[in-house]
């Protein structure tokens, strides 16, 4: 079946460090690949997505690679800031019985501080 | 556009009691979802709409049902609540018909301790 694989939080990053939040997958055919985040006391929104193999997804400074050799799609952002304190669902979406299926991975929390 | 609501934002059941989540979108969407999240197991999709008039089961629809009463709003009922229904609850709504591509707009999500 398909399902998504995230590292374990929390992620403790001074401002300014380098991001990196691991995500694998298992999929049959061609999945779409999403990032969302939850603010604290928030619902999740979408953060970026990529649709095809070799896309890359941008927004607000973060970037994912949807590689399909690997089967991975890495969350990265080159300078954090408090404000992104948060906790990180990697999701990939599948067409089963012809509808959308969003299968999220556990969440990763991250935690900035100044 | 408030995009996704949610009633109430907190409740506390006792076991065996009943109750109804309300959710509605201001989107124009044609479908929407239910989804909990717990500890350690990220959301998991209890029932789905992908259009009004028609429901679906996900992965956990056991102890629940759903009503898509109009267009805007997608309500879920735990008949006889048990502590394993303690969860946050969040509502959801896409755009289209449920399309691989889509992306899912979430509300504030509802938290529910069942004692």
């Known amino acids: 079946g398909n399902s998504v694989t995230q590292m374990e939080g929390p992620v403790t990053l001074s401002e300014e460090a380098f991001l990196t939040i691991n995500c694998t997958y298992t999929a049959t055919g061609y999945p779409s690949l999403f990032w969302y985040v939850q603010y604290p006391g928030e619902g999740l929104q979408l953060l970026l997505k990529a649709t095809k193999a070799d896309d890359k997804g941008s927004n607000k400074g973060f970037e994912a690679t949807y590689r399909k050799e690997t089967t991975s799609f890495h969350l990265e952002k080159g300078s954090v800031q408090v404000s992104d304190s948060a906790v990180y669902f990697c999701?990939?979406?599948?067409?089963?019985?012809?509808?959308?299926?969003?299968?999220f991975g556990t969440g990763t929390r991250l935690l900035v501080s100044p | 556009n408030a995009g996704v609501t949610q009633t109430p934002k907190f409740q506390v059941l006792k076991t065996g009691q009943s109750m109804t989540l309300q959710c509605a979108q201001d989107?124009?969407?044609?479908?929407m979802y239910w989804y909990r999240q717990d500890p350690g197991m990220g959301l998991r999709l209890i029932y789905y709409s992908a259009s009004e008039g028609t429901t679906d089961k996900g992965e956990v629809p056991n102890g629940y049902n759903v009503s898509r009463l109009n267009k805007r709003e997608f309500s879920l009922r735990l008949e006889s609540a048990a502590p394993s229904q303690t969860s946050v609850y969040f509502c959801?709504?896409?755009?289209?018909?449920?399309?691989?591509?889509?992306?899912?707009?979430f509300g504030p999500g509802t938290r529910l301790l069942v004692l």
């Open positions: 999701a990939l979406s599948a067409v089963n019985t012809g509808f959308q299926k969003l299968v």
């Open positions: 989107m124009n969407h044609n479908s």
């Open positions: 959801a709504s896409s755009m289209g018909q449920g399309g691989v591509q889509e992306t899912q707009y």
